[in-house]
């Protein structure tokens, strides 16, 4: 009797403080995700902390060309949806520094969200690649 009324305060006490922790401490701390570009070489977006709702998040886009250079003149944008809501328009540019493209995105809900990245540079056909980046969890 007394080894069931310490097990069940025990479990008890366990889902309480699971239940206490912000949505933060189970979110992913980075997101790196990669895609072939439709003429060869590959684009990589990344996060670099997790993502949460109503928080400014950084992002960097690398394009590398078919050949292993590094692309520097594109006009880079990402499009945040929610593929199962209808969302206004969220489309935060990515400027280029240094090594990379890098910008800033805020979303705006909790939920899937998925991040259309779009690649437009002198001489070549717009670029649009799907990135699922998976439950964007609440502040």
């Not at 009797?1 to 008890?12: A, G, Q």
């Not at 206490?20 to 992913?28: D, G, I, Q, R």
């Not at 949806?81 to 209808?86: G, Q, S, T, W």
């Not at 489309?91 to 809900?109: C, R, S, V």
Request: net charge negative.
């Amino acid at each position: 009797m007394r080894n069931d009324l310490l097990r069940t305060t025990l479990t008890s006490f366990f889902v309480f403080c699971l239940l206490c922790l912000p949505a933060s401490a189970f979110a992913v701390d980075d997101i790196r995700q990669e895609k072939t570009m439709p003429e060869g070489g590959k684009a990589v977006l990344t996060f670099d902390t997790p993502l949460l709702t109503m928080t400014e998040t950084p992002f960097t886009v690398e394009l590398i060309g078919s050949t292993g250079k590094i692309l520097a003149d594109a006009a880079v944008s990402l499009s945040l949806v929610m593929p199962d809501m209808a969302m206004p328009l969220n489309n935060p540019k990515a400027i280029w520094l240094k090594d990379a493209y890098h910008g800033t995105a805020i979303f705006t809900m909790a939920g899937e969200w998925q991040a259309i990245l779009i690649v437009q540079r002198p001489g070549h056909d717009l670029v649009e690649l799907t990135f699922k980046l998976g439950e964007v969890l609440m502040k």
